[in-house]
Protein backbone atom coordinates (compact mmCIF):
# COMPACT_ATOMS: atom_id res chain seq x y z
CA UNK A 1 0.00 0.00 0.00
CA UNK A 2 3.07 2.58 0.63
CA UNK A 3 1.99 3.36 3.85
CA UNK A 4 4.70 4.04 6.46
CA UNK A 5 4.26 1.49 9.74
CA UNK A 6 6.64 3.54 11.90
CA UNK A 7 6.21 5.19 15.04
CA UNK A 8 3.43 8.43 13.95
CA UNK A 9 4.07 11.67 15.68
CA UNK A 10 1.09 13.87 16.23
CA UNK A 11 0.19 15.01 12.71
CA UNK A 12 -1.67 17.71 13.04
CA UNK A 13 -0.42 19.22 16.06
CA UNK A 14 -0.76 23.21 16.14
CA UNK A 15 2.13 24.81 17.72
CA UNK A 16 1.43 27.45 20.58
CA UNK A 17 -2.05 26.56 21.39
CA UNK A 18 -3.03 25.01 25.01
CA UNK A 19 -4.39 21.35 24.52
CA UNK A 20 -5.45 19.13 26.38
CA UNK A 21 -3.49 15.94 24.16
CA UNK A 22 -2.58 15.91 20.64
CA UNK A 23 -2.97 12.05 20.76
CA UNK A 24 -5.89 10.72 18.51
CA UNK A 25 -7.77 8.76 20.76
CA UNK A 26 -7.48 11.37 23.90
CA UNK A 27 -9.50 13.90 20.66
CA UNK A 28 -12.00 10.99 20.79
CA UNK A 29 -12.55 9.84 24.00
CA UNK A 30 -12.85 14.12 24.87
CA UNK A 31 -15.36 13.97 21.69
CA UNK A 32 -13.40 17.07 20.34
CA UNK A 33 -15.28 16.23 17.01
CA UNK A 34 -13.65 18.50 14.86
CA UNK A 35 -10.17 17.78 16.04
CA UNK A 36 -10.39 14.38 15.60
CA UNK A 37 -11.48 14.55 12.24
CA UNK A 38 -8.82 17.28 11.18
CA UNK A 39 -6.12 15.07 12.27
CA UNK A 40 -7.42 11.89 10.44
CA UNK A 41 -7.86 13.93 7.29
CA UNK A 42 -3.98 15.55 7.94
CA UNK A 43 -2.91 11.73 8.85
CA UNK A 44 -4.33 10.06 5.77
CA UNK A 45 -2.95 12.82 3.06
CA UNK A 46 0.66 12.03 4.77
CA UNK A 47 -0.48 8.46 3.89
CA UNK A 48 -0.12 7.45 7.79
CA UNK A 49 -1.70 3.46 7.79
CA UNK A 50 -5.14 3.76 7.69
CA UNK A 51 -4.86 0.75 10.21
CA UNK A 52 -3.07 2.19 12.94
CA UNK A 53 -5.35 5.41 12.78
CA UNK A 54 -8.47 2.92 13.34
CA UNK A 55 -6.43 1.23 16.06
CA UNK A 56 -5.93 5.04 18.08
CA UNK A 57 -9.61 5.62 17.54
CA UNK A 58 -10.51 1.99 19.14
CA UNK A 59 -8.38 3.08 21.85
CA UNK A 60 -10.60 5.81 22.18
CA UNK A 61 -13.49 4.29 22.52
CA UNK A 62 -11.96 2.10 24.97
CA UNK A 63 -11.48 5.34 27.01
CA UNK A 64 -15.01 6.11 26.36
CA UNK A 65 -16.10 2.89 27.91
CA UNK A 66 -14.19 3.03 31.24
CA UNK A 67 -15.50 6.78 31.56
CA UNK A 68 -18.73 5.17 30.96
CA UNK A 69 -18.24 2.31 33.91
CA UNK A 70 -16.80 5.47 36.50
CA UNK A 71 -20.24 7.24 35.27
CA UNK A 72 -18.27 10.08 33.94
CA UNK A 73 -20.30 9.61 30.80
CA UNK A 74 -23.60 8.59 30.30
CA UNK A 75 -25.65 7.10 27.38
CA UNK A 76 -25.55 10.41 25.07
CA UNK A 77 -21.55 10.53 25.30
CA UNK A 78 -21.66 7.04 24.19
CA UNK A 79 -23.60 7.78 20.78
CA UNK A 80 -21.32 11.38 20.44
CA UNK A 81 -18.53 9.44 20.13
CA UNK A 82 -19.98 6.56 17.81
CA UNK A 83 -21.09 8.88 15.66
CA UNK A 84 -17.35 10.95 15.58
CA UNK A 85 -16.00 7.17 14.93
CA UNK A 86 -18.56 6.26 12.14
CA UNK A 87 -17.71 10.12 10.67
CA UNK A 88 -13.64 9.03 10.35
CA UNK A 89 -14.47 6.04 9.33
CA UNK A 90 -16.17 7.47 6.02
CA UNK A 91 -13.09 9.40 5.74
CA UNK A 92 -10.78 6.51 6.68
CA UNK A 93 -12.39 4.02 4.38
CA UNK A 94 -11.43 4.74 0.75
CA UNK A 95 -7.83 4.42 1.78
CA UNK A 96 -8.22 0.80 2.78
CA UNK A 97 -7.21 -1.59 -0.20
CA UNK A 98 -9.33 -2.18 -2.70
CA UNK A 99 -10.27 -5.94 -3.23
CA UNK A 100 -9.65 -6.97 -6.68
CA UNK A 101 -12.82 -8.26 -7.67
CA UNK A 102 -12.07 -11.76 -6.91
CA UNK A 103 -14.00 -13.97 -4.47
CA UNK A 104 -11.61 -15.65 -1.99
CA UNK A 105 -14.54 -17.13 -0.33
CA UNK A 106 -17.94 -16.37 1.45
CA UNK A 107 -18.43 -15.15 4.78
CA UNK A 108 -21.15 -14.60 6.67
CA UNK A 109 -21.34 -11.93 9.62
CA UNK A 110 -23.23 -10.01 12.06
CA UNK A 111 -23.60 -8.95 16.04
CA UNK A 112 -25.29 -11.75 18.10
CA UNK A 113 -28.57 -11.81 19.59
CA UNK A 114 -29.28 -8.98 22.38
CA UNK A 115 -26.42 -7.01 21.19
CA UNK A 116 -26.49 -3.88 18.74
CA UNK A 117 -22.91 -2.61 18.67
CA UNK A 118 -21.87 -2.44 15.23
CA UNK A 119 -18.93 -0.14 14.80
CA UNK A 120 -15.74 -2.82 15.29
CA UNK A 121 -18.18 -5.20 13.11
CA UNK A 122 -18.44 -3.34 10.34
CA UNK A 123 -14.95 -2.46 10.19
CA UNK A 124 -14.32 -6.12 9.93
CA UNK A 125 -16.26 -6.54 7.19
CA UNK A 126 -14.69 -3.92 5.00
CA UNK A 127 -11.60 -5.02 5.57
CA UNK A 128 -12.49 -8.95 5.07
CA UNK A 129 -14.30 -7.36 1.53
CA UNK A 130 -11.12 -5.05 0.98
CA UNK A 131 -9.50 -8.62 1.22
CA UNK A 132 -11.11 -10.25 -1.56
CA UNK A 133 -13.58 -11.84 0.66
CA UNK A 134 -17.31 -11.99 0.00
CA UNK A 135 -19.29 -10.85 3.10
CA UNK A 136 -22.36 -10.82 4.19
CA UNK A 137 -23.19 -8.76 6.92
CA UNK A 138 -26.37 -9.53 8.66
CA UNK A 139 -26.44 -6.52 11.04
CA UNK A 140 -27.07 -6.45 14.69
CA UNK A 141 -29.11 -8.48 16.99
CA UNK A 142 -29.17 -11.45 14.79
CA UNK A 143 -30.61 -14.65 15.88
CA UNK A 144 -29.03 -18.30 15.81
CA UNK A 145 -31.49 -18.96 12.74
CA UNK A 146 -31.07 -16.20 10.82
CA UNK A 147 -27.13 -16.88 10.43
CA UNK A 148 -28.00 -21.13 9.94
CA UNK A 149 -30.09 -19.96 7.00
CA UNK A 150 -27.57 -17.40 5.50
CA UNK A 151 -24.90 -20.50 5.72
CA UNK A 152 -27.11 -22.87 4.27
CA UNK A 153 -28.00 -20.06 1.62
CA UNK A 154 -24.49 -18.85 0.95
CA UNK A 155 -22.62 -22.54 1.16
CA UNK A 156 -19.90 -20.23 3.47
CA UNK A 157 -17.28 -21.83 5.26
CA UNK A 158 -16.93 -19.11 7.79
CA UNK A 159 -19.10 -17.61 9.68
CA UNK A 160 -17.81 -14.19 11.96
CA UNK A 161 -19.42 -13.72 15.13
CA UNK A 162 -19.58 -9.94 16.78
CA UNK A 163 -20.62 -9.27 20.38
CA UNK A 164 -19.44 -6.76 22.77
CA UNK A 165 -21.93 -7.37 26.31
CA UNK A 166 -21.54 -10.22 28.64
CA UNK A 167 -24.61 -11.57 27.56
CA UNK A 168 -23.43 -11.70 23.65
CA UNK A 169 -21.71 -14.38 24.90
CA UNK A 170 -24.42 -16.91 25.32
CA UNK A 171 -25.62 -15.54 22.32
CA UNK A 172 -23.00 -16.81 20.54
CA UNK A 173 -22.99 -20.35 22.38
CA UNK A 174 -26.38 -20.54 21.22
CA UNK A 175 -25.41 -19.79 17.54
CA UNK A 176 -22.71 -22.08 17.51
CA UNK A 177 -25.08 -24.83 18.62
CA UNK A 178 -27.74 -24.32 15.98
CA UNK A 179 -24.96 -24.60 13.51
CA UNK A 180 -23.91 -27.86 14.94
CA UNK A 181 -27.49 -29.05 15.08
CA UNK A 182 -28.09 -28.10 11.35
CA UNK A 183 -24.79 -30.46 10.37
CA UNK A 184 -22.70 -27.59 8.87
CA UNK A 185 -20.34 -27.39 12.04
CA UNK A 186 -17.99 -29.66 9.80
CA UNK A 187 -17.49 -27.48 7.28
CA UNK A 188 -18.03 -24.19 9.01
CA UNK A 189 -15.52 -22.55 10.91
CA UNK A 190 -16.44 -19.83 13.51
CA UNK A 191 -14.79 -16.76 14.33
CA UNK A 192 -15.72 -14.68 17.53
CA UNK A 193 -14.93 -10.58 18.26
CA UNK A 194 -16.08 -7.83 20.18
CA UNK A 195 -14.17 -5.76 23.39
CA UNK A 196 -14.32 -8.64 25.79
CA UNK A 197 -14.13 -11.60 23.66
CA UNK A 198 -10.73 -13.95 24.56
CA UNK A 199 -9.48 -17.52 24.55
CA UNK A 200 -12.13 -18.38 27.61
CA UNK A 201 -15.08 -17.34 25.73
CA UNK A 202 -13.95 -18.99 22.78
CA UNK A 203 -14.17 -22.18 24.92
CA UNK A 204 -17.36 -21.24 26.50
CA UNK A 205 -18.71 -20.51 23.28
CA UNK A 206 -17.41 -23.38 21.47
CA UNK A 207 -16.03 -21.05 18.54
CA UNK A 208 -12.66 -22.13 17.13
CA UNK A 209 -10.95 -18.98 17.25
CA UNK A 210 -10.75 -15.21 18.26
CA UNK A 211 -9.88 -12.19 16.62
CA UNK A 212 -9.15 -9.19 19.03
CA UNK A 213 -9.06 -6.75 15.71
CA UNK A 214 -9.97 -6.44 12.08
CA UNK A 215 -6.11 -7.11 10.63
CA UNK A 216 -6.44 -10.42 13.25
CA UNK A 217 -10.36 -11.73 11.47
CA UNK A 218 -8.33 -11.00 8.20
CA UNK A 219 -5.70 -13.26 9.58
CA UNK A 220 -8.40 -15.66 10.49
CA UNK A 221 -9.91 -15.61 7.19
CA UNK A 222 -7.08 -16.50 4.93
CA UNK A 223 -6.22 -19.37 7.37
CA UNK A 224 -9.40 -20.77 7.66
CA UNK A 225 -10.50 -20.42 3.86
CA UNK A 226 -7.07 -20.44 2.15
CA UNK A 227 -4.50 -22.27 4.68
C1 LIG B 1 -20.09 3.09 21.29
C2 LIG B 1 -20.70 2.24 22.37
C3 LIG B 1 -22.09 2.11 22.36
C4 LIG B 1 -22.98 2.67 21.23
C5 LIG B 1 -22.90 1.67 20.05
C6 LIG B 1 -23.09 2.31 18.69
C7 LIG B 1 -22.89 1.31 17.58
N1 LIG B 1 -23.56 1.57 16.49
O1 LIG B 1 -22.17 0.32 17.68
C8 LIG B 1 -24.40 2.71 21.93
C9 LIG B 1 -24.60 4.08 22.54
C10 LIG B 1 -25.58 2.37 21.04
C11 LIG B 1 -24.18 1.68 23.05
C12 LIG B 1 -25.23 1.07 23.72
C13 LIG B 1 -25.07 0.28 24.85
N2 LIG B 1 -23.93 -0.01 25.47
CO1 LIG B 1 -22.20 0.36 24.70
N3 LIG B 1 -20.47 0.88 24.32
C14 LIG B 1 -19.89 1.59 23.35
C15 LIG B 1 -18.36 1.69 23.55
C16 LIG B 1 -18.04 3.04 24.21
C17 LIG B 1 -17.49 1.58 22.31
C18 LIG B 1 -17.70 0.33 21.45
C19 LIG B 1 -16.98 0.48 20.12
O2 LIG B 1 -17.60 0.84 19.12
N4 LIG B 1 -15.64 0.30 20.11
C20 LIG B 1 -14.81 0.52 18.93
C21 LIG B 1 -14.71 -0.72 18.05
C22 LIG B 1 -13.84 -0.43 16.81
O3 LIG B 1 -14.08 -1.74 18.80
P1 LIG B 1 -14.69 -3.22 18.93
O4 LIG B 1 -16.17 -3.15 18.89
O5 LIG B 1 -14.06 -3.87 20.07
O6 LIG B 1 -14.27 -3.94 17.57
C23 LIG B 1 -12.94 -4.32 17.23
C24 LIG B 1 -12.50 -5.68 17.81
O7 LIG B 1 -13.18 -6.04 18.99
C25 LIG B 1 -12.68 -6.65 16.67
N5 LIG B 1 -13.98 -7.29 16.42
C26 LIG B 1 -15.23 -6.82 16.60
N6 LIG B 1 -16.14 -7.69 16.16
C27 LIG B 1 -15.48 -8.74 15.65
C28 LIG B 1 -15.93 -9.91 15.05
C29 LIG B 1 -15.00 -10.87 14.64
C30 LIG B 1 -15.49 -12.12 14.01
C31 LIG B 1 -13.60 -10.64 14.83
C32 LIG B 1 -12.62 -11.67 14.43
C33 LIG B 1 -13.15 -9.46 15.41
C34 LIG B 1 -14.08 -8.51 15.82
O8 LIG B 1 -12.34 -5.85 15.55
C35 LIG B 1 -12.91 -4.53 15.71
C36 LIG B 1 -12.06 -3.55 14.94
O9 LIG B 1 -10.77 -3.42 15.47
C37 LIG B 1 -18.10 0.47 24.49
C38 LIG B 1 -16.83 0.56 25.34
C39 LIG B 1 -15.78 -0.52 24.97
N7 LIG B 1 -14.85 -0.72 25.85
O10 LIG B 1 -15.85 -1.15 23.96
C40 LIG B 1 -19.41 0.42 25.30
C41 LIG B 1 -19.92 -0.89 25.98
C42 LIG B 1 -19.66 -2.07 25.06
N8 LIG B 1 -21.36 -0.67 26.10
C43 LIG B 1 -21.80 -1.10 27.20
C44 LIG B 1 -23.16 -0.99 27.60
C45 LIG B 1 -23.48 -1.42 29.03
C46 LIG B 1 -24.15 -0.52 26.71
C47 LIG B 1 -25.66 -0.41 27.00
C48 LIG B 1 -26.31 -1.55 27.80
C49 LIG B 1 -25.85 0.98 27.68
C50 LIG B 1 -27.28 1.32 28.09
N9 LIG B 1 -27.48 1.34 29.38
O11 LIG B 1 -28.11 1.53 27.25
C51 LIG B 1 -26.24 -0.33 25.57
C52 LIG B 1 -26.50 -1.76 25.03
C53 LIG B 1 -27.35 -1.82 23.81
C54 LIG B 1 -27.36 -3.25 23.25
N10 LIG B 1 -28.41 -4.01 23.48
O12 LIG B 1 -26.40 -3.67 22.61
C55 LIG B 1 -20.73 -1.77 28.07
C56 LIG B 1 -20.84 -3.32 28.05
C57 LIG B 1 -20.67 -3.92 29.44
C58 LIG B 1 -20.82 -5.41 29.42
N11 LIG B 1 -19.80 -6.06 29.91
O13 LIG B 1 -21.78 -5.98 29.00
C59 LIG B 1 -19.41 -1.16 27.45
C60 LIG B 1 -18.19 -2.09 27.57
C61 LIG B 1 -19.17 0.17 28.21
C62 LIG B 1 -18.79 -0.04 29.66
N12 LIG B 1 -17.50 -0.10 29.96
O14 LIG B 1 -19.65 -0.16 30.51
N13 LIG B 1 -22.90 1.48 23.31
Redesign the pocket.
Known amino acids: MGHEDHAWKGVGQMEGKERSSDRLSDMLSELREKEVLEMVRNALEEKVNPLSL??E??EG??E???R??RKDYF?SE??M??EI?KEAIVLIEPHLAAGQGENKGDIV?GTVK????????N??ATLLRCSGYRVHDLGVDVPPEAFVTKLLETNARLL???G????AFDSMKETVCKVEQAGLRDRVKV???????NEKVVEYTGADA?????A??VE?ARLYLEG
Not at 164 to 167: E, I, R, V
Open positions: VELRMAVGRFERLISAFIGDIHDIGKIVGLSLLTLIIGGGPVFGKDAQAL
